[in-house]
């Protein structure tokens, strides 16, 4: 028999590319800001390159927005809200519907543009992205003409003028948890996507524009850091919404200290994936997988630090290692490719030299063989073992494909581990027993725990941190308080 | 404190005319992890009533104390927000009964600090002693009003909880010396967290009161901490402190507001802005839901065998 | 590598002790998240098997099919016809590989291994009771041994569910050491019926009982109940397969059968192989689709990879 299996090996199943098709995206050389309802250059003509990051190629040239711009935004937005807000709720309800609807037409397109943009696999695109952004529109047009009945009292009223920030890492689906209930409850919105993903926001104008969304409603700035700054800083913001890391979120906190703005924060993460003896197995090895390597782990609530208990840390790590021997990474557009491109040559950097102070510090490396492509930014999965709670790899937040593995003896140390970090945005059990399911559950001081089940999201769902991972919810009935005047 | 009171002191005059005999002194301490400690620092104010009348000297907390008081809250938090939401409101109502039998101690005090006339200052002990009642009653029942089932797309279980912040700052009204101190304290530690309370500056007494009343009440140690002190010097360390998850800012003028919430920032504490509030009128439940985190839980539920379930 | 071990020459002599140990041994192996394997069969569903990979894996299937016949209707006649389309598949393109087996009832194994001679089509043999299994053993192992006699090359027994669910392991696992033994040279495959098993967990310890006991094959199912194979008890059962050879150097082989019908199907099946217990199950000995109407479909699609254009059923064989 032997042989047979030799000859069965030398003909392994391998998979011919399946790139889904690019020409279902037409993206134009360059963009606008998206002002008032038109595409407009900026102010003082500056422009920025969206690139690729799996190719490099230059994808378009973007407007980027500076502070007159913010203030022609912020302006719009504002002559908008009377009107805006004034609408019967049931009016603004079918707005986002149709914006739901459209997303759902254009959903193709979309997945391959974020894809092209963002370098994640057109297979989460596809399955993941897009399909939560139209469900997060379709939730929150519900809600609409229901706010009455949401438990914040009898006519509760917006807010005013959101100025919201949003990452690179799920640029349309942040998008869509920040615009969605904003405009629900009759804000107006001045929205800055990431300077490294601007077009899915771009073409989410001209979503806009085929909904019939009156002028000014939604504004789109492309731009940097600068510009995000100018959006929160403007005395005619009232609410200031913004994703993104942990630094910037506290600059943004004191930027706010002593004004009116109300302001929700999703900041950064470092999520424990505990996994007791009497786990799940085959499914905690997939969770773990997924709780890291989902978007190349440039997730805020990625499982990224790896409880074991001590008892069956040897299995695991052999069953994950070989897990992570057949996870394909590639050209994102393919669609069975699992590992994309990381976003961006500065994030690879930060990735790269934490990575390297893991191992200078002594914790032990390991990737599969994988052959990375010779253009772009791309990154091995990677594990760390015999890292303790000292390494600079179990405390700070990577924000990449890079898992540190940790040991537990009991429970309770379990526990006290998961909770020894500034942060507190996601964690994750993985125990056959329902009580310790529970018991665990109700000590973490995390604001997503996932039980037998990771990074799992749905617009009806609460999301957000603890501690150092922010303030206040985004999704289900508890996002619409971000943007009520209550 | 180096100065000498200036005068006599009314409660000394009342007291004596009264009774023809001496009255006892109440010395008055800070309540900080469930005993009576002096300021570390040793220090003291003179406690002048209305018309400046020495009525006390009241501890005047160090940033040390403030530390300790951190500790002891951190302390009790486990035990507090792990006690059943029943037990809890057990305790509140506690609160309130034991604050009724003394609540003519309760009048006096804020009718000399704030210089009101008894019927008024009876008014607000019996709105704060309500308050407590009212408060007792939503342990068990916020996490009904806040939290509950999240129907996803998906064969998930998925519950949305709230769950108390950790140790929260409050500085206490500085015009309320009671009612208001009662009405930032209690939404506090009805869901869970333990705080650090820093009393009205000019009207400390009452609250120092408060402490001897909780330690009395089954209240657990180091659940409700009391400094007395310069609001300013004392909330300082507080609000930069990295082991205090939020901040009720009830007590700051707006400058005060602005330097302590900017100092928050540096652990992105919960930050509760000074707003104009009428203590006398039900409150509703934005100071509740101020200190509580939505923690939400994903299940798996999925068939009940391998082969679906029809049913 | 054996293809075969006898029960018992291995790491878990103990567990089989006694109907304790093995049941302590079968209930403490790991439980199953049933969402959370369904999700990665269902991941694992949308590969995107194009061109050559598609060649490949329908070349690939077609060479793992136990192109099966199992009705009380069933004749000589039939039964040649099936051994025919065994051979060659495609009538038109000799250049399509044969079905790995015909898959018949034991009084018809004689006429199947006249069809298939000389072919290397091997003769498979449902046997023990099949499909519901409910007769005394020595009936079974009479059932089996006609079989062995008439030239079957592989026997396709069902385990004793009723026992099984009962939490009577250790019958069961007594049952199939019987069989295997009187199976002598021909290999076993051991059906579970995972739609009577009902949980994952029952499937899991199901697969562990037939290893232990010596299957050189588990298979899902019987194709005569509602839920036949699907790709989660597949996958579960690959994962099996998958430990089992960690753990004790045995390869055993997996069988889905029934429900199987299009090519999509098939070549998700591959996948989970391909994705869990990896390559060396790409291959008949290790990995047979128990099914009949799925070859007319491979075929067509094989058909359309040459041509370009679509087939149609009146260019495959209706048997």
């Not at chain 1, 786990?279 to 409880?307: H, K, M, W, Y």
């Not at chain 3, 038109?92 to 015909?102: I, K, N």
């Not at chain 3, 009187?182 to 199901?206: H, M, P, Q």
């Amino acid at each position: 028999m032997a042989s047979e299996m030799v000859s069965a090996k030398a003909s392994a199943f391998a998979y011919a590319p399946a790139p889904e098709s690019r020409s279902v995206v037409d993206i134009a050389p360059s963009y606008g800001l998206f002002i008032d309802g038109e595409f407009t250059e900026a102010a003082d003509g500056k422009v920025f390159k969206t690139v690729s990051p799996s190719t490099e190629e230059v994808l378009s040239e973007v407007a980027r927005a500076g502070e007159a711009d913010v203030d022609r935004a912020v302006g719009a937005a504002r002559r908008a809200f009377g009107k805006w807000s004034a609408l019967p709720g049931s009016e603004r309800a079918k707005y986002l519907f149709r914006i739901a609807r459209i997303i759902q037409e254009r959903s193709r397109e979309l997945a391959v543009l974020e894809t092209l943009d963002n370098g994640k696999p057109i297979k989460e695109t596809r399955d993941a992205d897009l399909p939560l952004v139209a469900a997060h529109f379709f939730y929150y047009a519900g809600w609409a003409d229901k706010l009455d009945h949401a438990g914040f009292g009898k006519d509760v009223r917006p807010l005013g003028v959101a100025g919201q920030v949003i990452p690179w890492n799920f640029p349309l689906l942040m998008l869509a948890w920040k615009i969605a209930p904003a405009l629900a409850t009759g804000n107006t919105v001045v929205l800055k996507p990431a300077e490294t993903t601007p077009l899915s926001a771009l073409f989410f104008a001209d979503i806009c524009r085929q909904a019939g969304l009156p002028k000014g409603v939604v504004n789109i700035l492309p731009g940097y850091g600068d510009a995000g700054a100018a959006l929160v800083a403007h005395p005619d913001v009232n609410k200031v919404a913004f994703t993104g890391s942990t630094a910037v979120g506290k600059a943004i906190a004191r930027q706010v200290a002593g004004t009116d703005k109300k302001v929700t924060l999703e900041l950064g993460g470092k999520g424990a994936n505990i996994v007791f003896d009497d786990a799940p197995i085959d499914q905690a090895v997939e969770g773990v997988v997924t709780g890291i390597f989902f978007n190349q782990g440039q997730v805020c609530c990625a499982g990224s630090r790896l409880l074991v208990q001590e008892s069956i840390h040897d299995e695991l790590l052999d069953s994950l290692k070989r897990r992570l021997s057949a996870l394909r990474l590639g050209d994102p557009l393919d669609k069975n490719t699992d590992i994309g491109a990381i976003n961006s040559a500065e994030q690879l950097a930060r990735i790269s030299s934490l990575v390297e102070q893991g191992e200078a510090e002594g914790a032990e490396r390991w990737s599969p063989s994988c052959e990375l492509p010779s253009s772009g930014y791309w990154f091995a999965p990677t594990l760390f073992t015999n890292v303790t709670q000292a390494h600079t790899v179990a405390r700070d937040e990577i924000f990449g494909p890079v898992l540190s593995v940790l040991t537990f003896r009991t429970p309770d140390e379990a526990v006290a581990k998961a909770n020894n970090s500034q942060y507190g945005l996601s964690a994750g059990i993985w125990t056959e027993k329902g009580s310790r399911i529970l018991a665990v559950a109700s000590k973490l001081r995390a604001g997503v725990v996932w039980s037998n089940t990771f990074n799992k999201f749905d617009p009806t769902s609460p999301f957000g941190g603890y501690k150092e991972s922010g303030y206040g919810r985004e999704g289900g009935r508890h996002g619409l308080e971000a943007y009520l005047d209550v | 404190m180096s100065d000498k009171p200036k005068n006599t002191g009314k409660k000394t005059e009342q007291k004596a005319e009264q009774n023809q005999r001496l009255s006892v002194f109440k010395t008055y301490k800070l309540y900080v992890g469930g005993k009576f400690p002096r300021s570390e620092s040793g220090r003291v104010y003179e406690v002048t009533d209305s018309k400046g009348q020495w009525l006390a000297n009241a501890p005047r907390a160090s940033r040390k104390d403030a530390r300790d008081a951190v500790v002891a809250a951190r302390k009790a938090f486990g035990g507090w927000s792990g006690a059943t939401a029943y037990n809890r409101g057990q305790i509140l109502y506690r609160v309130a009964e034991m604050l009724e039998g003394r609540r003519d101690q309760f009048v006096r005090e804020v009718a000399e600090a704030e210089g009101l006339p008894k019927s008024r200052a009876a008014a607000q002990v019996d709105a704060a002693i309500d308050r407590w009642v009212w408060y007792a009653g939503w342990t068990d029942k916020i996490a009904q009003v806040v939290g509950g089932g999240n129907p996803v797309a998906g064969p998930y279980f998925n519950l949305s909880s709230p769950e108390p912040t950790g140790v929260v700052t409050v500085l206490a009204p500085q015009e309320s010396s009671f009612l208001g101190l009662v009405s930032v304290l209690a939404p506090v530690i009805a869901t869970g967290n333990t705080a650090v309370v820093i009393a009205s500056e000019k009207f400390p007494l009452p609250a120092l009161s408060l402490g001897e009343v909780l330690a009395t009440s089954d209240v657990p140690g180091g659940v409700v901490n009391i400094l007395t002190g310069g609001t300013a010097e004392i909330a300082a360390p507080l609000a930069a402190h990295q082991d205090v998850n939020a901040i009720d800012l009830a007590g700051a003028d707006e400058a005060l507001a602005k330097e302590l919430e900017i100092a928050a920032a540096d652990n992105l504490k919960r930050v509760v802005r000074p707003q104009p509030v009428d203590y006398f009128a039900t409150p509703g439940i934005d100071r509740l839901t101020a200190f509580l985190e939505t923690k939400t839980v994903w299940h798996p539920t999925g068939a009940l065998g391998a082969s679906g379930s029809s049913y | 590598m054996p293809t075969t071990a006898p029960p018992a020459a291995h790491a878990f002599t103990d567990v089989t002790a006694s109907d304790s140990t093995l049941r302590r041994f079968l209930h403490g192996l790991p439980g199953v998240d049933t969402v959370g394997l369904e999700a990665r069969a269902a991941a694992l569903g949308t590969r995107s098997i194009k061109t050559t990979a598609k060649a490949y894996a329908i070349d690939l299937a077609i060479s793992m099919v136990d192109l099966t016949t199992l009705e009380g209707a069933d004749t000589p006649g039939k039964v040649r016809a099936l051994g025919a389309k065994a051979v060659h598949p495609d009538p038109t393109d000799r250049t399509a590989p044969t079905t790995a087996a015909v898959c018949v009832y034991p009084d018809m194994v004689a006429a199947a291994k006249e069809a298939v001679a000389g072919s290397g089509v091997l003769v498979a043999s449902v046997a023990t009771a099949f499909p519901a299994g409910r007769a005394a053993l020595d009936v079974k192992l009479a059932d089996v041994r006609d079989a062995v006699a008439a030239g079957a090359d592989e026997i396709d027994m069902v385990i004793d569910r009723g026992a099984f669910l009962a939490g009577r392991y250790l019958k069961v696992y007594d049952e199939i050491v019987a069989v295997k033994e009187a199976s002598g040279a021909a290999r076993l495959k051991v059906i579970f019926e995972t739609g009577e098993l009902s949980t994952y967990d029952n499937i899991r310890r199901a697969s562990w009982l037939g290893m232990l006991a010596g299957a050189d094959f588990i298979k899902t199912s019987t194709g005569k109940v509602a839920v036949n194979a699907t790709p989660a008890n597949t996958l579960l059962m690959l994962e099996a397969v998958r430990d089992f050879r960690a753990q004790t150097g045995i390869q055993v082989g997996v069988k889905p059968a029934g429900g199987i019908r299009t090519t999509k199907d098939a070549v998700k099946f591959l996948v989970l192989v391909n994705e869990t217990a990896g390559t060396d199950w790409l291959d008949n000995h290790w990995f047979r689709f128990g099914a009949s109407s799925l070859l007319n479909d491979l075929l067509m699609q094989r058909q359309k990879l040459a041509t370009g254009r679509y087939s149609g059923p009146d260019y495959v064989t209706v048997d």
